[in-house]
């Protein structure tokens, strides 16, 4: 109930192209699903995140698409660059619950070739 | 943002010997979170920390190996107890946002054990 699944565990890109992760979460209760990006040797920086009352949610080169009914949400990274070269985790949580107790995925593994 | 410093960033430590980590926050916050990063794994929550209580501990990690100070509400330490090489990770702080968005993390301490 509270597993998040993440695919794939690595990702090879050109400079340019689109880069696409997605995850899928199997508890109901779960009302908010962030993305984490990770450079080696620091700590998992908040990337960006969305509410289940809306599907899709754009900043910049980072869209978040939301499938409610599939339980399933996805990162997509446009015009990808070297620089998106990170680790890239997903996770589930409730909003409302106290701690911040986020279930993440196993992460994927970012390569934008230049 | 909270703006988290953790102490130490890296340390190197011999099997049965114990290493505590600090965690400060440029803000008051009610709770704060230490994760654990297994080596190219994903994050998992060792235990909450409420100012003013006892930590509330995950299923898989106890008191006596892990022991929490929470002081005051800007600061927290995490004691890795009798320390074998399985206890290599990366340890994590992480806190809340005021403004409502979740879990800020440090940039963590990666500890290997000999």
């Known amino acids: 109930q509270q597993q998040v699944k993440q695919s794939p565990q690595s990702l090879i890109v050109q400079k340019g192209g689109i880069s696409i992760i997605n995850c899928a979460y199997e508890n109901t209760a779960f009302d908010y699903f962030p993305w984490y990006q990770q450079f080696p040797g620091k700590g998992p920086a908040l990337l960006i995140a969305i509410r289940p009352d809306v599907s899709e949610k754009k900043e910049g080169r980072f869209t978040i698409s939301f499938n409610k009914s599939a339980k399933q949400f996805s990162l997509h990274i446009m015009d990808s660059q070297p620089g998106d070269s990170a680790t890239y985790f997903c996770?589930?949580?409730?909003?409302?619950?106290?701690?911040?107790?986020?279930?993440f995925g196993e992460g994927t593994q970012l390569t934008v070739n230049p | 943002s909270a703006v988290i410093s953790q102490k130490p960033s890296r340390d190197i430590c011999q099997r049965g010997t114990s290493l505590t980590i600090q965690c400060q926050v440029d803000?008051?916050?009610?709770?704060m979170f230490w994760y654990r990063q297994q080596p190219g794994q994903s994050l998992t929550l060792i235990a909450t920390a409420n100012q003013g209580s006892e930590a509330t501990y995950e299923s898989g990690f106890v008191i006596d190996k892990f022991p929490i100070s929470r002081p005051n509400l800007t600061f927290s330490t995490l004691t890795v107890s009798n320390m074998s090489p399985e206890d290599s990770s990366i340890y994590l702080c992480s806190v809340d946002s005021r403004r409502g968005e979740k879990l800020f993390f440090g940039s963590g301490t990666q500890l290997s054990v000999l």
């Open positions: 803000s008051q916050v009610t709770m």
């Open positions: 996770a589930a949580g409730g909003w409302e619950t106290s701690g911040s107790r986020l279930t």
